[in-house]
């Protein structure tokens, strides 16, 4: 299970979480442990069988009563239990910066479903209050479009995982962002400099670029943005409430474990909760760097 140096306890902040890990999660871009938070104790152990024998969801996973479980050939197992600990099973030679990075993606996402918390899968935005998310399958731009709207002046909530807990009548956004992951065209385009220790996971040409403009807490989504690749111009159109509710279920973060964990039901009136107060639409965006302003002003 060794890691070279990268075991040493210490705690870490990440969205709502305090991590009391015995992985060296330094270099992230995490903020220092200071007691605040939902603590959740991180370390190195062998996978409890209840979470072991959990039902299979996808080749990688599985989720049940017992926890989630996400086994990544030649990194590891890692069981995220309770909403308060991960154990991490690592094989040999585990490269530290894929370990971190599963930490704090999927296994995060875990947590939040595990903690009654509503992760969608979207980056997004804040402009004079209102915030718009930014939905889409990996690979439609969000990331993108997030960091060009940044440099236009707005403030980013969150990347990849935009994470709502329930605020009164309503659902409030939990700040968690610390980076953007962009792939390397996005950081060429924008004329940033790319760092080896940056990259998101050792197979993949992307890399965490930390953040300019970060939104605080108090927010509460005003748009839910579907982004879509498309030929043509940019377009926005509007959607039913029936169309966005629809469209929002297949774009919850590690959506395949919230059936096996028996969370259906919760999930749907919590995303019924978001779309009480926010807008749904659909953003088709042209492909290319050129195009990126003409999709910002459509988006509005």
Known sequence: MAMGGDVGRGEYRFGPFLFDSDIDLGGMGLGA????GIRVRIEPGVVPEAVAAGEPVTAWVRAGGGGCLLTVPEVGRFAVMGGTRVVVELVEGAAAGDVRSYLTAWCFGALCHQNGMLPLHASAVERDGRVTALLGESGA??????????????????DDVCLLAEDGDGMGIVPVAAWLKLWRGAMEALGEEMEEGARTYGDEDKYRRGLVRVAGAGLRVGRVVFVERGDGAAAMRRLTMAETMGRMMSMIYLGYVVEPMGNERRVFEQCAKVLAEAEGWVLTAPWGWDRMEEVMRVLG
Request: proline share 0%; aromatic share 4%.
């Open 33 to 36: 442990g200071d007691g605040g």
């Open 141 to 158: 731009g969000k990331s993108t479009l997030a960091a060009f709207l940044e440099r236009a002046g707005d403030r980013v909530v969150c």
